[in-house]
């Protein structure tokens, strides 16, 4: 083969290299960018669905403040219209945390939600139910100013821990008391699971 030909091939394999690992390093750089601008965006989406869902928590807690007078002495197996307004805000907080990524937080916010609707297991009058909504709805309020802070999730709150307990213990005297129905033989009851399962009445 000719020098000059050896040459030109070996100039033009050095050009194909030099193309190659430059478009190579083009790509990477689009890439990146790419990845930065979506967590970008999601964290942007994020904060407006943290801040749509906090000022819907604000709005519950001084309604809930402005609930007293004969619907606090209603018993809770009563339905009441405040509670429309309250699950309304309960909907649209849901509806909010959902756009936001951090699955962490998205969890937190559907499991107190989940504590909040089980409002009953509060006592037997509306008063109770309303301090049992307002306290979650500050706990949710902390979980979620945290997030916008971009500070750690706070601990759950051993107030909202007992909630949560007393709300499963409620739900199996429930589901126990249905059961009975369903069988109401004596033998198959033990006076003892019975009165351990119900949850203090006020």
């Not at 050009?15 to 990477?28: D, K, Q």
């Not at 970008?40 to 604000?58: H, K, M």
């Not at 759950?156 to 007393?166: D, I, M, N």
Request: proline share 5%; aromatic share 6%.
């Amino acid at each position: 083969m000719q020098p000059e030909v050896l040459s030109g091939l070996i100039g033009f394999g050095g050009a194909l290299v030099g193309g190659a690992a430059s478009f190579g390093g083009v790509w990477l750089t689009l890439s990146h960018q790419r990845k930065l601008a979506r967590e970008a965006r999601l964290a942007e989406i994020g904060q407006e669905a943290a801040d749509r869902a906090l000022n819907e928590l604000i709005t519950l807690g001084e309604f809930l403040e402005s609930v007293r007078g004969e619907v606090a002495t209603m018993r809770t197996d009563e339905s009441a219209e405040y509670l429309d307004t309250v699950f309304g805000h309960m909907e649209r907080v849901q509806r909010a945390v959902a756009r936001i990524p951090d699955k962490e937080l998205r969890t937190r916010v559907r499991d107190l939600l989940t504590v909040m609707r089980k409002f009953r297991t509060a006592g037997v009058r509306h008063f109770f139910a309303v301090s049992w909504l307002a306290e979650l709805a500050d706990e949710l309020t902390d979980v979620l100013s945290a997030y916008i802070r971009s500070d750690p999730l706070p601990p759950l709150s051993e107030r909202t821990g007992a909630k949560q307990q007393r709300a499963i213990q409620h739900e199996l005297a429930q589901r126990r008391r249905f059961e009975l129905m369903q069988d109401p033989d004596p033998a198959n009851v033990d006076p003892r699971e019975e009165d351990a399962s119900l949850p203090p009445e006020h």
